[in-house]
């Protein structure tokens, strides 16, 4: 709902690969989403796996090297389909990725109808920082999560996915792919991240709302019957042992946005999945909340309306000029 990041000139592959999103907080407020060029739109949270099955464009795209390892690609101009097709070429020993699944992948994309095997954009091998995704249509464009779903961690896929499921008549101009035109996808799958925050236990902290958790993650938060305070105030009720997040970096989370006024969720990444975005994308308080934390951390923030929405609001999500907003966020991945 609320995320409006500019995905044509995002300079995150992650962010340009992006769906129909369930939303981030931004630093924008009171626009509606930018446009994207995926009109599909699911929850995500099946355990359904129903996986593209190979075809002969899928097995004419040739593919040498080991999974991990920046792969030699060659396939023949104007390679075209009619239902996007994938072939395993290495199948992994370890986790399906279902549908909800937080992945760490690498991966190398190019045009299926120029024949030319140099990558229009490539993540995760050697030099290159890894990229996560969630298994979910609702998140990411639906080519792209044709390439990894029912996937098991340490195997290569190669998926020549059709227009309709990538950049459709509109393209991609920042990745270089032109109107209609299908897409070639090698996929390797690395790991299987936690959807939830996995770090030690912290005692709460006096005066914060309280949160209890699902078995999944999902937090529900009580707002105490007191003012709100006046100041950004944060907690730790989980602390990670992993790596920090940068500024300026990109980070992957399960969010909820509780009203202090009324105690109403205005937005949420639990239904859809894990999101990633830029921190410098976000509202001041958000931001502030998450920088420097290291992941697996579980934090709660309450952030009054001049670092949230301002006294703009955003009236999309409920929010007015004079609302604080309660934030519980998971830390599960930076890069």
Not at 99 to 114: K, W
Request: net charge positive.
């Amino acid at each position: 709902m609320l995320r409006q990041l500019s995905l044509l000139v995002a300079p995150l592959v992650v962010l340009a690969l992006a769906g129909c999103s369930a939303g981030s907080p931004s630093s924008a407020s009171g626009s509606g989403a930018a446009p994207v060029v995926s009109s599909k739109s699911t929850t995500g949270t099946s355990n359904a796996c129903a996986a593209p099955v190979a075809g002969a464009a899928s097995r004419a795209v040739s593919v040498t090297g080991a999974v991990g390892q920046t792969p030699t690609v060659t396939f023949a101009k104007g390679l075209s389909v009619k239902k996007t097709q994938r072939t395993t070429v290495v199948a992994g020993t370890g986790a399906k990725a279902v549908d909800g699944s937080l992945l760490s992948v690498a991966f190398t994309m190019y045009d299926a109808t120029t024949g030319d095997a140099t990558p229009v954009t490539s993540a995760g091998f050697p030099g290159e920082t890894a990229a996560q995704f969630t298994v979910s249509d609702s998140l990411y464009l639906p080519g792209l999560v044709k390439a990894m779903r029912c996937a098991t961690v340490g195997s290569r896929t190669v998926t020549v996915a059709d227009t309709n499921d990538m950049f459709g008549k509109v393209g991609s101009t920042g990745f270089k792919i032109g109107k209609n035109d299908d897409v070639v996808i090698v996929m390797d799958i690395l790991a299987k991240l936690p959807t939830k925050a996995t770090g030690a236990a912290v005692a709460p902290e006096s005066g914060f709302p309280t949160v209890k958790l699902a078995a999944s993650g999902k937090p529900t938060v009580k707002i105490p019957s007191s003012d709100p305070p006046s100041t950004l105030q944060l907690e730790t009720l989980k602390k990670g042992a992993g790596g920090v997040v940068p500024s300026g970096g990109q980070v992957t989370v399960q969010y909820q946005g509780t009203l202090w006024r009324n105690g109403k969720v205005f937005d949420q990444s639990w239904g859809s999945g894990p999101t990633t975005f830029a921190t410098a994308s976000v509202v001041a308080g958000f931001r502030d909340a998450i920088v420097g934390q290291t992941i697996g951390s579980q934090v709660v923030v309450i952030v009054p309306p001049a670092e949230g929405y301002g006294t703009g609001g955003n009236e999309t999500a409920g929010i007015t000029g004079t609302d604080t907003l309660v934030f519980v966020v998971d830390i599960l991945a930076t890069s």
